[in-house]
């Protein structure tokens, strides 16, 4: 197993961080850390790298115990820290190569020309750090954290703060890295689990509150829709919730109502019919997705 933790509870002073964490992830696995600010993604994953210690609890890595065997288990991760600490004054090669002496890593210059072309750092591999975007610095972080080759890959929150284009590139970059490693990474946007996780974690005030196949995920979402739509004039509420899929219709306001519906279908077709059957027109309609506040909501109640 690639990462492995038992019952990981952590304190910082009076707070628990994390609250009797565990989970798996397996070999090849992209596996999403998703929660909100403040939830303990950080610090579970600083607990995995060893930079901190858990309270309680068990850490492994490739089945490495992290606190007995801490510079063991280093070298079999590539860890990318949130706030991507790099030498801004540095050159991007001469960083690399600083990180290779780190990991004592062999054949130094080949294996940084294979990062750079890989991460694609070609054209800027010659400038300082601090000359770089953020996408760019990004990739150096990457690099950085693949040099000696790990099996395990911790990104903690990767693309945070990257504008669109280089959202696209570094997810397509953490996805195909990922065809051959296992990569933890957090996030606290659901899309980003949905284009590039094989399993979500969902992690709210230090609590694992679900764990499942991406898949699963998207299932769980699509069957929760809601829709609001305003009528003209007043319909008959019966014969709203009478139609197949809706779930529950709760009026909010004169000719406003919030509907639930419970199924995949979508029953917007159907609702403009009814509108006609009821003699009105609809005024508007929105079909709102689940966002992730109303899950954390569903799966922490
Ligand atoms: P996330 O990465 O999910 O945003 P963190 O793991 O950074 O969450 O933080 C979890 C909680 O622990 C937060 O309430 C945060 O304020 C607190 N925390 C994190 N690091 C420390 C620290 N070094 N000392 C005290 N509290 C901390
Ligand atoms: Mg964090």
């Known amino acids: 197993m690639s990462i492995v ?32 600010n403040g939830a303990g993604k950080s610090t579970m994953m600083k607990i995995i790298t060893g930079f901190i210690p858990s309270n309680e609890g068990e850490t492994y890595v490739c089945d490495l115990d992290v606190s007995k065997v801490p510079l063991k288990t280093k070298k079999r991760i590539g860890y990318l820290a949130e706030q991507n600490p790099l030498y801004y004054d540095m050159y991007v090669r001469e960083y690399l190569s600083f990180i290779a002496g780190v990991f004592k890593i062999n054949k130094t210059a080949a294996r940084i020309d ?18 770089l975007s953020k996408g760019y610095k990004q990739r150096v972080g990457l690099a950085q954290a693949l040099l000696h080759d790990p099996e395990v890959l911790i990104l903690d929150e990767p693309t945070t703060g990257l504008d669109p284009n280089q ?17 933890m990474l957090s996030t606290h946007i659901m899309q980003e689990v949905e284009a590039i996780c094989d399993r979500v974690i969902i992690i709210n005030k230090g609590k694992i509150v679900a764990n499942e196949k991406a898949t699963n995920l998207s299932t769980l979402l699509s069957s929760k829709n809601v829709i609001q739509i305003e009528f003209e004039k007043a319909i008959d509420e019966k014969a709203l919730r009478s139609i197949a899929g809706v779930q529950s219709a709760e009026k909010q306001g004169n000719n406003n109502y919030l509907i ?23 005024l508007t309609l929105k079909k709102e997705e689940l966002k992730l506040e109303d899950i954390f909501k569903q799966l922490t109640t």
């Open 114 to 131: 294979e990062l750079i072309e890989m991460v694609g750092l070609t054209v800027e591999q010659n400038k300082k750090i601090g000359q």
């Open 167 to 183: 959202l696209e590139e570094i997810r397509g970059l953490i996805k195909k890295i990922g065809s051959s490693k296992t990569v």
């Open 260 to 282: 639930q519906v419970n199924s995949e279908t979508d029953i917007r077709n159907q609702l403009f019919q009814f509108a006609i059957t009821q003699e009105t027109t609809v």
């Open 5 to 36: 933790v038992k019952n990981v509870t952590k304190l910082y002073g009076e707070q628990k961080a994390l609250d009797d964490v565990s989970f798996k992830a397996n070999p090849g696995e992209i596996v999403g850390f998703l929660g909100p």
